[in-house]
């Protein structure tokens, strides 16, 4: 049985304070098989999940409760599946290695379009219901329209005197952009409005305690996903048997190391 707790709230912090890490609310089930690339709440216990590999990408409909595949559209196998956000009833997904992204129906998995933008490379996808914020896996957050997918803005993501370079999945969150950091288990809490670092969610205790639990399969930290109806926050990994939703809370104490060194700034 799920019990309701008083939601994770949001707010915007002093830049370089406000570091955070989780408490888990509820576990669900989540396909251990499933690449994670892009995460998105659609609604009605409802995700959508784009997933990679050659030969293993799809985009998919997974019931949030059990995480049943509802639907799946499979990708042809020469693509690899990346980054996946939801405007307007149509679904945005990039690939990895090529500038071609493509446009699903929400409802069907029907793929409407293709599409070439103008990133260096499809990592992720986000958006705040009037433009799409894309990552390259370099220190860059793009701002691209939706409906020309050209980039009409971008900043150079930064905390104290570091880029933040491996940007993957985002998601969108009131005014901030929360970014994986690739291979680490940090996300970073980017203003919407010039790129700079609020804070970090710090993670490691998802992956370390899967470890222990015996999943020595599982993959980095890469997924995340925001009911803003019922402010619940979910994140999961590549190949990740579970899919958690986390209340946020300030870190107490001195880190065990810098967020420089937790999270690969160097």
């Known amino acids: 049985m799920r019990r309701r707790r008083r939601p994770p709230r949001f707010r915007t912090s002093p830049p370089f304070i406000g570091d955070l890490h989780d408490r888990i609310v509820n576990e669900f089930p989540h396909d251990p098989t499933a690449f994670t690339q892009g995460l998105v709440y659609a609604g009605n216990d409802t995700l ?3 997933t990679g590999l050659y030969g293993q990408s799809s985009v998919r409909q997974v019931h949030l409760q059990t995480g049943k595949v509802i639907l799946q559209h499979k990708m042809d196998d020469s693509k690899f599946g990346e980054g996946l956000t939801l405007l307007d009833g149509r679904l945005f997904q990039v690939t990895w290695l ?6 699903y129906d929400q409802y069907n998995l029907s793929k ?6 103008q990133m260096q490379d499809g990592w992720g996808l986000a958006t705040d219901g009037k433009v799409l914020y894309g990552s390259d896996g370099t220190s860059t957050l793009y701002q691209i329209d ?3 997918l050209k ?3 971008k900043d150079a993501v930064r905390y104290k005197d570091h880029e933040v370079s491996s940007l993957n999945e985002l998601e969108y969150v009131n005014g901030e952009v929360l970014a994986n950091v690739w291979q680490t288990d940090c996300i970073a809490r980017i203003s919407q409005k010039d790129g700079m670092v609020l804070g970090w969610i710090l993670l490691h205790e ?3 305690g899967l470890f222990r639990s015996g999943h020595r399969g599982i993959d980095v930290l890469n997924g995340i996903a925001w009911d803003k109806d019922n402010n619940r926050l979910f994140v999961t990994g590549k190949l990740w048997p579970t899919l958690f939703e986390i ?3 300030p870190v107490v104490g001195p880190l065990h190391r810098t967020i420089e060194n937790l999270c690969r700034l160097g």
């Open 48 to 50: 959508f999940e784009s």
């Open 98 to 103: 090529e500038r071609i992204g493509f446009i």
């Open 112 to 117: 409407l379009k293709s599409f070439t933008h």
């Open 146 to 148: 939706p409906m020309t």
């Open 151 to 153: 980039v009409v803005g």
């Open 206 to 208: 998802l992956r370390q």
């Open 247 to 249: 209340k946020l809370r």
